[in-house]
């Protein structure tokens, strides 16, 4: 299980009842006299005598248990002008010392000791260092709105031994990747974290109770750090890119072989003490993972995780109220437009996506706790070809020239408490409109953060003829922590507002309510480690015309048993609905009522075999619909090197009823048949903590066989469609994809990739029953095949600086 998820739930888990306040750690700061040798071996002078950090304290599986002596923590820090260093005896048997090889950033199966600094002291913003017992790195931003961002990457160093007591850590973690102000003497917010992962044991110095809601807020401290600055942090990391791209087009005036040579430039600048500029020119993006396409037949957008590294680091001010999805930015564009392609011409070279220019962010938060973040992306015009019927080509714009704004205010307050400007802006060049969000954010904890109240309010604007001014409100109080929980949440949103141009958006013209209980038990009994229940409410309403949408209800429970496998149970139940958008004409259609169970069953991750996954079952009233899922997981440790996933999912569906096409302005629906099958094979093979080879091959299929037709009537009810024939209306979506990347780090934030892609798509109007077929098809399809070679190359003005003299 990756890093993030386990601390997971300690973010985002409540705490109850008032409870007795923990005491707070404190350890007393050491100015070194001399550095450490960086080699894992604690036999330096420089750490004797330094306080030392143990008896830490179980937050998984048993909260509140102290660590056993035979396997206990012992961390020592110190600091010197330049760096915090830290050094770690992890006691434990050599045999219980999980050390998979991962590549960075990747934990896997293996023991770790991290390190969170909160350099301000305002018990909401960290950053955290991690290294595991194969030597592996992983390091994180931590806030209470973004969790753990494991996107955020620093350059720093560190070394581990094994030995007869366990294993040994040494760290250096220089100023430069941390942001401090420059006080003659200062305290900060500090914890410690050891995993361990065959026995899943996790503990942390000061101790981190799951009950309490937050992370950084039951933090210890670090205190009497004396007469440190604040370095220079001006960083470059420039890159050279070769690709060759192989697609069998086979048109006259397009080569089906293609070469290409990039190179540009990211930048890291700090301004003063606490803001950064990060800034990217000419970005390359070619070995980013490709998405997973669906077969979508819903009247909303899918929308797709973010995979190109300079917009996923750092940008937890960015992400506040979900007015930002980065996609847009060049990957999937809101505007595109065909009007000016003629009736007789035809699209012969197409592109959807526009080529970022250049992108930059400035981020920071102040000793008083105000956060700024300033982000600026321009990308570049998008023109097609088009032929007429006489063999004319002409290029058209359906993308212009377009800038991208975001401007960020965020105050914290006391209680893990804050109120957040948001404005998000797109300008496009010539006659394109414009568009423009603003929003205040607010989020308020009562002093032991157990009751909360947050909310926001947005406005958008849009400057186009067919559009305008829009506002969006949300209101939510409730408790958060403690084995009861509780919350009420108002969602109000009206026909005009539209954050899509820089935001994912679906819908507006809504007023929604939802109420959550939830009961929780964390300490562990005979049977299990945890127990937690929840129940969920949400009734909804169109705003204009006023209108009945939707009541939904879902009841769930997830248990983790005493062997570490866990089981999660949810029941769901919709009422008939009135539909405004599946008819994609604005006439209602009256979803028949449904209801669902699905179980989860997840493993004890910790042996080298094990297997997951899920089952659900789907009934609809409607011509007694169904929907079954059959998911399994499966994961390999051979050893330490090498690891295989595999993933099995597949999702029949019979007798649903949905959209398939309009005539006339008149919906058309039909009773279908549909399956959906989705397979992918995972592999990585580390040869060293600093290099390793990962490959991805993913197939998709799905498809839609039509029954019956129907006619969407007035009243939103269906009547049997009477008219021609219709033929053309199955789908047969297949897409398959291999993603092979070798990387290797051969220098501190220096790294070669090499990367080779495949991809294939196929999408008809007629299906093919069998899988195998399928597979067939889209291997014997026309494949776009990549191959690319990246060197990207870390140069600190510091360091080349010293070398220099």
């Not at 006659?431 to 009562?446: E, G, H, K, P, R």
Request: glycine share 6%; aromatic share 14%.
């Amino acid at each position: 299980m990756k890093f993030y998820v386990l601390l997971l739930i300690l973010i985002s888990a409540g705490y109850a009842f008032a409870q007795n306040p923990v005491k707070v750690k404190k350890l007393l700061s050491t100015r070194a006299v001399e550095r450490p040798k960086l080699d894992g071996i604690l036999n330096d002078k420089c750490w004797v005598g330094v306080p030392i950090a143990t008896d830490f304290v179980e937050s998984n599986p048993v909260p509140g248990r102290i660590e056993k002596l035979e396997r206990r923590t012992e961390v020592k820090i110190i600091y010197d002008d330049e760096a915090i260093y830290l050094s770690a005896q992890l006691y434990d048997e050599p045999d219980s010392v999980a050390h998979e090889l991962m590549t960075r950033d990747n934990i896997g199966t293996a023991d770790y000791i991290g390190i969170i600094f909160d350099t301000f002291l305002d018990k909401r913003n960290g950053n955290g260092f991690f290294v595991t017992a194969a030597g592996v790195q992983f390091d994180a931003k931590y806030s209470p709105d973004a969790g753990e961002d494991p996107n955020w990457n620093a350059v720093w160093e560190s070394a581990v031994r094994h030995n007869e007591n366990g294993w040994s850590c040494e760290m250096k973690i220089p100023y430069s990747a941390l942001r401090f102000s420059d006080k003659p003497v200062q305290d900060w917010g500090v914890n410690m974290i050891r995993r361990r992962a065959l026995a899943n044991v996790q503990t942390f110095w000061n101790f981190v109770d799951p009950k309490v809601n937050g992370l950084m807020n039951q933090e210890g401290i670090y205190t009497g750090l004396k007469d440190i600055k604040p370095p220079l942090r001006l960083s470059f990391s420039p890159y050279l890119a070769a690709y060759v791209n192989h697609f069998p087009a086979n048109l006259p005036g397009i080569k089906n072989t293609i070469t290409s040579f990039n190179g540009g430039m990211d930048v890291k600048y700090g301004i003063n003490n606490s803001f950064t500029l990060d800034m990217t020119l000419v970005p390359d993006f070619g070995q980013v993972k490709s998405d997973n396409r669906i077969l979508n037949l819903t009247p909303f957008e899918v929308k797709f995780n973010e995979n190109r590294q300079f917009f996923t680091e750092g940008t937890e001010l960015f992400n506040k109220g979900d007015l930002f999805y980065s996609k847009r930015i060049g990957s999937i564009p809101s505007y595109h437009n065909y009007l000016s392609i003629k009736e007789d011409e035809d699209i012969i070279k197409d592109q959807t996506e526009a080529k970022v220019l250049n992108a930059t962010k400035i981020s920071g938060r102040t000793a008083k706790g105000l956060g700024i973040g300033v982000f600026n992306a321009i990308t570049k015009h998008v023109e097609i070809e088009v032929q007429d019927a006489t063999g004319g080509i002409r290029a058209v714009e359906t993308q212009p020239l377009t800038n991208y704004n975001i401007l960020v205010f965020d105050q914290s307050l006391k209680n893990n408490s804050s109120v957040t400007f948001i404005n998000t802006n797109v300008l496009r060049q010539g006659a394109a409109y414009d568009a423009n969000v603003s929003a205040f954010l607010f989020n308020i904890n009562d002093k032991k953060n157990t009751y909360f109240i947050n909310g926001n309010a947005k406005m958008s604007y849009i400057k186009s003829e067919n559009a305008g001014t829009g506002f969006n409100y949300e209101l939510k109080a409730g408790k958060q922590s403690g084995n009861f929980n509780f919350n009420y949440g108002l969602k109000y949103a009206d026909d005009k507002f539209d954050p899509s141009d820089m935001g994912f958006f679906t819908n507006n013209n809504f007023l929604n309510h939802s109420a959550y209980v939830a009961y929780n038990i964390f300490k562990p009994s005979k049977w299990y480690n945890e127990w937690q229940n929840w129940f969920n409410a949400t009734y909804s309403r169109r705003v204009v015309p006023a209108d009945y949408q939707s009541l939904g209800l879902m009841l769930g429970t997830y248990v983790r048993f005493k062997n570490f496998w866990s089981v999660e149970t949810n029941l769901n139940y919709n009422s008939r609905n009135n539909d405004f958008y599946e008819s994609r004409n604005g006439q209602v259609y009256k979803t028949p009522e449904n209801y669902s169970i699905a179980v989860y069953v997840n493993p004890n991750r910790s042996k080298a075999y094990h297997f997951g996954g899920n089952v659900r079952y789907k009934a609809q009233q409607l011509f007694k619909g169904k929907e079954y899922r059959f998911y399994l997981y499966q994961n390999l440790r051979l050893n330490d090197q090498v690891g295989l996933n595999l993933q099995l999912d597949f999702t029949p569906n019979y007798n649903y009823v949905n959209w398939v096409a309009t005539q006339n302005n008149q919906a058309l629906f039909s009773r279908y048949d549909r399956r959906t099958v989705e397979n992918s094979l995972n592999g990585k093979y580390s040869f060293t903590n600093r290099m390793g080879l990962t490959v991805g091959i993913r197939h998709y299929w799905s498809d839609r066989r039509n029954k019956e037709f129907f006619l969407l009537q007035n009243d939103g009810n269906l009547a049997a469609y009477g008219g021609e024939p219709l033929k053309g209306l199955d789908r047969n979506y297949n897409v398959f994809n291999v993603d092979l990347i070798y990387t290797w780090q051969f220098a501190p934030g220096s790294e070669i990739s090499l990367s080779y892609k495949d991809a294939a798509e196929t999408n008809a109007n007629y299906f093919t029953k069998k899988y195998t077929e399928n597979l067939n098809g889209i291997l014997s399809a026309p494949q776009n095949n990549s191959l690319s070679l990246k060197v990207l190359y870390y140069i600190d003005y510091l360091n080349l600086k010293s070398r220099k003299k």
